[in-house]
Structure formats: structure tokens, C-alpha cells
């Protein structure tokens, strides 16, 4: 019976490229000389770390520009609060990667919802959509395509 998996993915090594980017030109460019600007990484969540406000979101703009260019959709950060305490500014950003539960409910409600006659289940961190026919499949992936999701979709292991 063929099937695919709706998954939501970002390659780890594209994000730490694009990081170093970002931290590189950050050290360059003049309106951060002596800020000690920076971005980090830990595990999933990245910190950016300035001297004022308007420079978290200057650095943001960078980050965001960065990350679209190696091909990571920015739709998976999620922005925090920017907090500001003496000489400092930090904001955390998390990275979101898999489907979450509630996402995943939404995905099985619109492909039920769809009238084709497929089947998907959730397993984990990703959707399992299958079907009898490829053709009621390839729709149900073009009207996923068509919804926007607050996360960035990816479509793997379809199989006949």
C-alpha cells in the first residue's frame, strides 16, 4: 500500500553553517564593534546576546537572512522576550523540529476532512499518511503544500 511521512526537519549542519555566518559578519560590521555580540547554540535553542534591543533585532534580521540563504525555512524559530539587564540584552530562540501533537491533529483532521480515501496516523514526531492510490496521495500533498503551518513541512519516504 503506498505511503509517505509528514515530517518537519532542519538539518543540523545547514543551522550551525548559517550561525557561523551570522557570528562572522556580526564581528565585522561596525555597529558592533566592542557590543560583544554574539549568537549561540545549545542543543536546540539559540541565544543572542548584544548590548541593547535594537541590536538583538538588527542581529535577528542577520540571523533570519543567514538561515534563509542555506535553505532552512525561518518558520522554524521561535522568537522569546528580549530581556535587558544592565549592559546586556538577551533573547532566547527556540528551534522547532518534528510535528507536535497539536499540529499532528490538525494534519490527520484535514487529510480526513479531504474526501480522498487515505489514511493517516500519527507515530511519534511525524504523520503517516497512506492510500490505495498514488494519485489520491500526491493530492493529499499538494493540499498540505497549500495550508500554511506555522512550521515548515517536509514530505519523505513515499513508497508504492
Request: glycine share 4%; hydrophobic share 35%; proline share 1%.
Amino acid at each position: 500500500m503506498p505511503s509517505f511521512d509528514v515530517v518537519s526537519e532542519i538539518d543540523e549542519h545547514e543551522l550551525l553553517n548559517a550561525i557561523d555566518q551570522a557570528n562572522r559578519e556580526i564581528s565585522t560590521r561596525f555597529d558592533f564593534k566592542g557590543t560583544n555580540s554574539k549568537i549561540e547554540l545549545s542543543e536546540w535553542t539559540l541565544t543572542v546576546i548584544s548590548k541593547s534591543e535594537f541590536q538583538i533585532k538588527q542581529i535577528n534580521d542577520i540571523l533570519k537572512n543567514k538561515i534563509n540563504k542555506r535553505g532552512i525555512d525561518v518558520r522554524c524559530l521561535e522568537f522569546g522576550e528580549i530581556t535587558e539587564n544592565n549592559n546586556e540584552a538577551r533573547e532566547v530562540i527556540a528551534v522547532k523540529k518534528g510535528v507536535d501533537k497539536d499540529k499532528a491533529k490538525k494534519i490527520v483532521k484535514m487529510i480526513k476532512n479531504s474526501k480522498l480515501k487515505l489514511q493517516a496516523s500519527i507515530q511519534g514526531e511525524q504523520v503517516r499518511v497512506s492510500g490505495k492510490k498514488r494519485d489520491d496521495l500526491q493530492n493529499a500533498i499538494s493540499e498540505l503544500k497549500e495550508t500554511k503551518f506555522d512550521i515548515p513541512l517536509q514530505f519523505i519516504n513515499f513508497r508504492d
